[in-house]
T-cell receptor, first 114, second 114 residues
Framework: DQQVKQNSPSLSVQEGRISILNCDYTNSMFDYFLWYKKYPAEGPTFLISISSIKDKNEDGRFTVFLNKSAKHLSLHIVPSQPGDSAVYFCAASYSGAGSYQLTFGKGTKLSVIP | NAGVTQTPKFRVLKTGQSMTLLCAQDMNHEYMYWYRQDPGMGLRLIHYSVGEGTTAKGEVPDGYNVSRLKKQNFLLGLESAAPSQTSVYFC?????????????FGPGTRLLVL
């Protein structure tokens, strides 16, 4: 049973517009969420994270929103740039025993069209 | 500062052969992890280590063994490779708790088992 779901395998956005990537989770114990970006033939790189005590975290063009009641988070990229074209993975973690383990979604491939 | 490095980058094995994948990190991280990524799938945790001399099973440990004899190195072994182990393997590391949630990944090792 998938605990972290990214239901959109792919997304295409025009350069300069907003990209919104979505992620849903089922395990209510998750209290920390991360987004990773992955280019082909490279390892994932950390992008942004959010703790469950917040509902928004911003870092430059990247903002993550968390809706705990809906068990949903989203990553907004504004404005989108061609260099943002990559696969984005949502990951979740929880406090306590095993808190260092991350559970990943299957990823969403973002294509930003010039 | 090289971060997380993996050796080799690519390898072809025949069914039944053995091999060891090497991961090294120079960030003095306490925790290290091995993941595999298959097409259309997220990253799945194979084994992890929370310190030198310690290892533990992750989500998909069968067919793999690991060792962490030195803090900076984490080895993943395949004793008898099977075609189902064809995958891309990523190593990651992180600080110890409570700052362990952000993991830093290596570039990956592509393994093809014929």
């Amino acid at each position: 049973d998938q605990q972290v779901k990214q239901n959109s395998p792919s997304l295409s956005v025009q350069e300069g517009r907003i990209s919104i990537l979505n992620c849903d989770y089922t395990n209510s114990m998750f209290d920390y969420f991360l987004w990773y970006k992955k280019y082909p033939a490279e390892g994932p790189t950390f992008l942004i994270s959010i703790s469950s005590i917040k509902d928004k975290n911003e870092d430059g063009r990247f903002t993550v929103f968390l809706n705990k009641s809906a068990k949903h988070l989203s990553l907004h990229i504004v404005p989108s740039q061609p260099g943002d074209s990559a696969v984005y993975f949502c990951a979740a973690s929880y406090s306590g025993a095993g808190s260092y383990q991350l559970t990943f979604g299957k990823g969403t491939k973002l294509s930003v069209i010039p | 500062n090289a971060g997380v490095t993996q050796t080799p980058k690519f390898r072809v094995l025949k069914t039944g052969q053995s091999m060891t994948l090497l991961c090294a990190q120079d960030m003095n991280h306490e925790y290290m992890y091995w993941y595999r990524q298959d097409p259309g799938m997220g990253l799945r945790l194979i084994h992890y280590s929370v310190g030198e001399g310690t290892t533990a099973k992750g989500e998909v440990p069968d067919g793999y063994n690991v060792s962490r004899l030195k803090k900076q190195n984490f080895l993943l072994g395949l004793e008898s490779a099977a075609p189902s182990q064809t995958s891309v393997y990523f190593c990651a590391s992180s600080y110890g708790a409570p700052m362990s949630k952000t993991q830093y990944f290596g570039p990956g090792t592509r393994l093809l088992v014929l």
